[in-house]
């Protein structure tokens, strides 16, 4: 069966900085691998996936993601923040045969002046 | 285009009472799926539709819960009798099979069991 671990819970960064989000994974095959976003009373939001050949993801809003199979993870990025990154983020892995996704249980990300 | 539409947004109702969630999916989008999400926890799938037809419901308690997807558009889901570990966010998705994984999400509907 899949899963994912995001160790961390809360993440408190300046704006400015740069940010990064620890997902590590388990699956028997090769993963499909996703970021989402959640805002305040939103819904989630896709940041950037991973099926297939380069290993570093570009995404939305200037977000990154590195695949590393040596480590199962997925780790996100960027460079530096913005208040506005203020939210949850999910990282999700998907099976290859049925596209059912299963996801972490979040890192709240808060941003201060 | 439009999102996916849920409604209500919000739902406070006392243990053994029902209650009915609704979804409109993104138009086209023939994979629908409802995920229930537990404060502090990230969503967990409930049920999988492909048209009308459910895919996946393994993890749906269905001795309380059901669900339907009438014509393979709209969805609803529904609790009868909810319990106090029901209150949790009912997140709708949708996807369309062109692109695998790629769900957009509805903003949920809040559900408080008293």
């Known amino acids: 069966a899949q899963s994912v671990t995001q160790p961390d819970i809360h993440i408190t960064v300046s704006e400015g900085a740069s940010l990064e989000l620890r997902c590590n994974y388990s699956?028997?095959?090769?993963?499909?691998l996703f970021w989402y976003v959640q805002s305040p009373g939103q819904g989630l939001q896709l940041l950037l996936k991973?099926?297939?050949?380069?290993?570093l993801v570009q995404g939305i809003k200037g977000f990154e993601a590195e695949f590393k199979r040596s480590q199962s993870s997925f780790n996100l990025r960027k460079p530096s923040v913005h208040w506005s990154d203020a939210a949850e983020y999910f990282c999700?892995?998907?099976?290859?045969?049925?596209?059912?996704?299963?996801f972490g249980a979040g890192t709240t990300v808060t941003v201060r002046a | 285009e439009a999102g996916v539409a849920q409604s209500p947004r919000y739902k406070i109702i006392e243990k053994r009472q029902s209650v009915a969630f609704w979804c409109n999916p993104i138009?086209?989008?023939?994979?629908l799926y409802w995920y229930q999400q537990i404060l502090g926890q990230g969503p967990k799938l409930l049920i999988q539709?492909?048209?009308?037809?459910?895919?996946?419901d393994s993890q749906l308690p269905k001795d309380r819960f059901s669900a339907e997807r009438l014509k393979g558009v709209d969805s609803t889901l529904k609790i009868q009798p909810a319990k106090l570990e029901d209150s949790a966010v009912y997140l709708c998705?949708?996807?369309?099979?062109?692109?695998?994984?790629?769900?957009?999400f509805g903003p949920g509907t809040r559900l408080t069991v008293l």
């Open positions: 998705a949708s996807s369309s099979q062109r692109e695998y994984g790629e769900q957009f």
């Open positions: 699956y028997g095959a090769t993963p499909y």
């Open positions: 991973y099926f297939s050949g380069d290993t």
């Open positions: 999700a892995v998907g099976s290859s045969n049925d596209y059912k996704l299963s």
């Open positions: 138009s086209g989008h023939a994979t």
């Open positions: 539709f492909q048209n009308n037809g459910v895919v996946d």
